[in-house]
């Protein structure tokens, strides 16, 4: 509590609170006092992952500067929420943890130092969002950037004072150097620059300032720091480490990519579940079976408000769609408008989805693919099959050769990777250029809300812009 305290303070409280620090411990035997090592330690570690404290934890007295430690240990082993709580879709449990009691076992056995830095997820992709994050916190605390006018259109080749403030608007986030912010023409070094903002954000990089392009550009730095908080989130959920063969489907980047020895092997464009039918987040053990011609059992909620009023209305429309009854369940039965395509992957899971071809190619051009409902169709299922099969003697002839005969083979695939279902919609590359994607499925904004007591930062921020510590404005333009 004293460290969220501390968080909201106005200055002037500031030495009152850290003196107060000893009585805030509560009720229990006092912890023995930390060595000079140990606060060394600590404080490292705050500093490492950006946290808000870090700045003034070395004025800490102990019970203050361990309450920190305790705080950003519950953080980072993902002790804040428990995913299902928040939404039965969100299918990862963490390991539970007691931080007092492995904090003390840490300090008696001379490891604080080697438990501290085993708290974080150590993939790469978490420890570059961490070093994202430091820079989106000095932007947010520094009051961000000023929004660009509404209803702004810009293209190549004009020159308007607008135009000044566009450049510095992408070099707040270094798009532009900052020596570049002063022309008020629109010059091709602007359009590869905005090109560049519109890749990392999802959109079409057509090089001109649209309706889109404005919306993401007016986003605050606030609310990308927010962003890049919950995406941390959603990483501290998975298996530490992540196995280095593995199969992962990013929901909200709506891609697939299949790892060997924790290096990209195949990456395919996915179409994952619409709005109304989320693609759930979980972890499946293993890939189970490869199904070549698979029928379609349709499910009962997909008959009902789908299939069977086309049927009433459209004679003959089953039996065009090569679907039957079979034992009082509709299937359609295997061919060139299966739903599932000429294949699809089995693995064990309580939501009955699975990756899947699918007959409608064409929709993986689409910029958004969120399209099915919830299960996960694959741009390159044979590539993908064959990859899973290629140790059991299965080469691509062989899996067209299966394909066309028709029939329904189902083959039991021997050491297989497991799957994850992730959602990302802020990631960071090793230059630390970081892409932010829309929220398809508003999972953003439920998880953030869900962290709101400690998260807070557009609190931290706001209190201490009123504080008279920054300038609205000090950082970008």
């Known amino acids: 509590m004293l460290r969220r305290m501390f968080r909201f303070a106005r200055p002037c409280l500031l030495a009152a609170l850290v003196s107060l620090a000893p009585l805030a411990s509560g009720a229990g035997p006092a912890a023995p006092p930390l060595t000079p090592a140990e606060r060394g330690a600590i404080i490292d570690a705050l500093r490492a992952n950006c946290d808000p404290s870090s700045g003034e934890a070395i004025k800490f007295a102990d019970s203050g500067l361990l309450e920190a430690v305790s705080e950003a240990a519950e953080a980072e082993l993902a002790q804040r929420v428990r995913p299902s709580d928040v939404d039965r879709a969100w299918a990862y449990d963490p390991p539970r943890h007691d931080i007092a009691a492995e904090l003390a076992a840490a300090r008696e056995a001379g490891r604080l130092g080697a438990w501290l830095k085993s708290l974080s997820p150590s993939d790469p992709r978490y420890r570059a969002l961490i070093a994202a994050r430091c820079r989106y916190q000095a932007m947010a605390w ?18 308007r004072p607008d135009v000044k403030l566009l450049r510095q608007r992408l070099a707040a986030e270094g798009y532009l150097p ?13 359009q590869r620059a905005l090109r560049s903002f519109q890749q990392r954000h999802g959109l079409a990089a057509n090089g001109l300032v649209d309706r889109k392009t404005l919306a993401a550009l007016n986003v605050s730095a606030e609310a990308r720091l927010q962003q890049i908080e919950v995406n941390l989130e959603r990483w501290r ?44 987040l979980f972890t499946a053990p293993r890939l189970q079976a ?30 065009r769609e090569n679907m039957t009854f079979v034992d009082g369940r509709l299937q359609q039965r295997p061919g060139p408008k299966n739903a599932l395509g000429q294949l699809k992957i089995d693995f064990p899971s309580p939501f009955g989805v699975y990756l899947h071809d699918t007959p409608a190619k064409s929709l993986f051009g689409r910029a958004v693919r969120a399209l099915s409902h919830g299960c996960m169709r694959l741009e390159k299922p044979r590539e993908l099959a064959a990859a899973l099969l290629a140790n059991q003697g299965w080469t ?5 050769a299966a394909i066309a005969q028709g029939a329904t083979q189902r083959v039991e695939l021997k050491g297989a990777p497991p799957l994850f279902v992730i959602y990302t919609t802020a990631e960071a590359d090793a230059s630390g250029a970081v892409t932010f994607r829309p929220d398809p499925y508003g999972w953003d904004d439920r998880l953030r809300a869900a962290l709101a007591p400690s998260l807070a930062s557009d609190i931290r921020v706001r209190a201490a812009t009123a504080n008279g510590d920054v300038e609205p404005g000090q950082f970008g333009p």
């Open 142 to 159: 520094s009051g961000g950037w000023r929004p660009l006018p509404a209803g702004l259109r810009l293209s190549l080749g004009e020159q």
């Open 178 to 190: 900052r020596q570049a912010t002063a022309s008020v023409t629109f010059d091709e070094s602007v």
């Open 237 to 280: 959920w998975l298996a530490r480490p992540l196995p280095a063969n593995r199969a992962e489907v990013d929901v909200a980047a709506a891609q697939m990519t299949l790892y060997r020895d924790g290096v990209p092997a195949l990456t395919m464009r996915a179409i994952v579940g619409d709005p109304r039918h989320h693609t759930p």
């Open 290 to 319: 490869v199904v070549f011609n698979p029928p379609w059992n349709v499910p009962d909620s997909i008959a009902r408000a789908e299939i069977l009023p086309k049927a009433a209305k459209n004679p003959g429309y089953l039996a």
């Open 396 to 400: 691509a002839e062989r899996i067209d």
